[in-house]
């Protein structure tokens, strides 16, 4: 069993408060994931399907199988309680073992995109100090070239062909006996590191406790979604990004459901496998959604009988791009906003009026949000300030205490420890939070403060708008003009024409003087973004500034 660095973890006065606002939040004490959330659904759903990939139909019971050999191999190369274990792979069944076998035996799972290219590889397992990566072949050759510069990274584990220089998974497991131990863990030990997107700097590790990791499932999970034990979940959202962690490593199996896992996400590959597999909640980013309303006549061509629920998160859902699901497909989405660090804290709900579609919903049962003035205190209804958040989980970074300080609400303030997720919310008189900005989007031109993701809220209720990207670019006359990075929607050509077009949608929806001055068409690939499909804003803005340099 390894110890954590006293100073990897947070500063003790900066700890965020954590409260228990509805019942069915107090865990006992030992607590192992594996235990509650896999071996506990054997006895009654040992032969029910847990897992649907391709043509493959994985059972509970051989879940806990490939989990408990996965545990034991582990064990054997002396991976033990606290030590970071490197995940790394595309959406695959593998990755939900290796996910339940480092719960089972108490060590940590570090999430790694497999998109990440090696420098981000090392850097990740260097500040995690992993001992050890498990890898999928897709994902192996960065791995192996960030490898030599992973000082504590003991063994890199292969799943798939055989190479030099790495342990074959495949081996490993198929000598180990199929009941595994628990190790003895906590509600309070760490259950999850997972890095941050990377949108505004270097990412940041993030830490999770197995109690808080449960939480979700009793707060969002029963109490939103309302998950039972005849839903298939699908949808694209990686395992390693906070969607996909929170969506499929945990919500299932809390509840006996099942998993649909599609490979490589397309639009119409995500509708046949809908049909195929029964899907009844399907997760998606908006972007993805308004794929997925692009295939004309999907809803013909498609049995979507199954659907009963949808859900986005990542990024803010446009009220159009939920209106038009709903009238074509039948389904109602729900926006979720969550994080790494707090779960989800707001959301949309089913039977929720129209005219609330846009919104960011209200407070997840469970948490309770705020808005709050640059003084911290309450801000009146239909005044933009910061939204501060607290709930059965808080804002806990990893080796970054200054981060830590920012994440949560001064000492001496009257919300001390209440979380600062960073984003800019108006609360009407009704409750319901609207999203602005995330606070260092704040774009100030002749003298006006313009939220930025007000800005892109707008564009991206236009037909033509695929999804789209604000920022501020430097001018001699107003300091800084406002620039919108637009993707079109299929069907659609760039043009003068549309531009104005563009401008006056904006006039017409927000305040005028809010409206993007210059608009400039790029394909989605052209845009810069993270691992997990974000568009890095910040990467945007220093571009402009360094072109206005050069003049």
Same mark, same amino acid.
Do not use: C, W
């Given at each position: 069993m390894s110890v954590i660095p006293k100073d990897f973890l947070p500063p003790a006065d900066y700890l965020p408060q954590t409260v228990k606002l509805i019942p069915?939040?107090?865990?006992?004490?030992?607590?192992?994931?594996a235990e509650v959330l896999l071996d506990r659904n054997l006895a009654q759903r040992g032969d029910k399907t847990a897992v649907l990939y391709e043509d493959q139909r994985i059972s509970y019971a051989e879940l806990q199988a490939r989990v408990n050999r996965c545990a034991n191999a582990l064990r054997e190369l002396g991976v033990g309680k606290n030590d970071r274990v490197m995940l790394r792979s595309p959406n695959h069944p593998e990755y939900l073992v290796w996910n339940f076998a480092c719960w089972?035996?108490?060590?940590?799972?570090?999430l790694v995109n497999h998109l990440n290219r090696a420098e981000e590889v090392a850097y990740k397992a260097n500040d995690s100090q992993a001992t050890a990566m498990l890898v999928h072949e897709a994902a192996y050759e960065q791995a192996a070239l960030a490898r030599p510069h992973c000082a504590s990274l003991k063994h890199l584990i292969l799943l798939g062909e055989p190479r030099e220089g790495a342990l074959n998974y495949q081996e490993l497991v198929s000598v180990q006996p199929a009941e595994a131990a628990s190790e003895d863990t906590s509600r309070d030990d760490y259950g999850r590191l997972i890095y941050s997107s990377g949108t505004t700097g270097m990412p940041k590790g993030i830490l999770m406790t197995l109690g808080g990791l449960l939480s979700v499932a009793d707060t969002h999970g029963r109490h939103v979604l309302g998950i039972r034990?005849?839903?298939?979940?699908? =949808?694209?959202p990686y395992f390693t990004f906070a969607f996909g962690s929170v969506n499929f490593t945990i919500y299932p199996w809390r509840f006996g459901a099942s998993v649909s896992i599609i490979g490589a996400f397309k639009p119409e590959e995500q509708f046949r496998l809908v049909e195929k597999h029964r899907i009844s909640l399907l997760f998606c980013v908006p972007t993805a959604f308004r794929m997925m309303l692009s295939v004309e006549g999907a809803e013909k061509q498609y049995d979507l009988r199954s659907l009963r629920l949808c859900q986005s998160a990542g990024e803010w859902l446009s009220d159009a791009t939920a209106l038009e699901w709903k009238r074509r497909? =039948?389904?109602?989405?729900?926006?979720?906003?969550?994080?790494g660090d707090l779960n989800y804290w707001l959301s949309t709900y089913q039977g929720m009026a129209e005219d609330k579609y846009g919104s960011s919903g209200v407070s997840v049962p469970g948490y309770e949000n705020l808005v709050v003035d640059e003084n911290f205190q309450e801000a009146p209804p239909g005044t933009m300030g910061e939204l501060i958040v607290r709930g059965p989980v808080g804002q806990t970074y990893w080796r970054r205490p200054e981060k830590q300080v920012e994440g949560v609400c001064p000492l001496d303030s009257p919300f001390r420890g209440w979380n600062r997720p960073g984003l800019l919310f108006v609360r009407d008189q009704d409750g319901f939070f609207w999203y602005k900005s995330r606070s260092d989007d704040m774009i100030v031109t002749s003298g006006y403060k313009i939220p930025a993701g007000e800005v892109e809220g707008a564009l991206n209720n236009h037909p033509a708008v695929l999804e789209s990207a604000v920022v501020d670019t430097p001018d001699p006359e107003r300091s800084s003009l406002i620039k919108a990075f637009v993707v079109l929607n299929p069907g659609y050509q760039p043009s003068a024409e549309l531009i104005k077009q563009l401008q006056d949608f904006v006039k017409q929806n927000i305040e005028p003087y809010?409206?993007?001055?210059?608009?400039?068409?790029?394909?989605?690939?052209?845009?810069p973004r993270t691992a997990t499909g974000k568009i890095q804003r910040r990467i945007l803005r220093e571009r402009e500034r360094q072109q206005a340099k050069e003049g």
């Open positions: 069915g939040l107090d865990y006992p004490q030992r607590l192992n994931l089972r035996i108490g060590a940590i799972p570090v034990e005849d839903d298939v979940l699908g =949808g694209h497909m =039948g389904t109602v989405i729900l926006d979720s906003l969550g994080s809010k409206y993007p001055r210059l608009i400039e068409f790029r394909r989605a690939e052209e845009l």
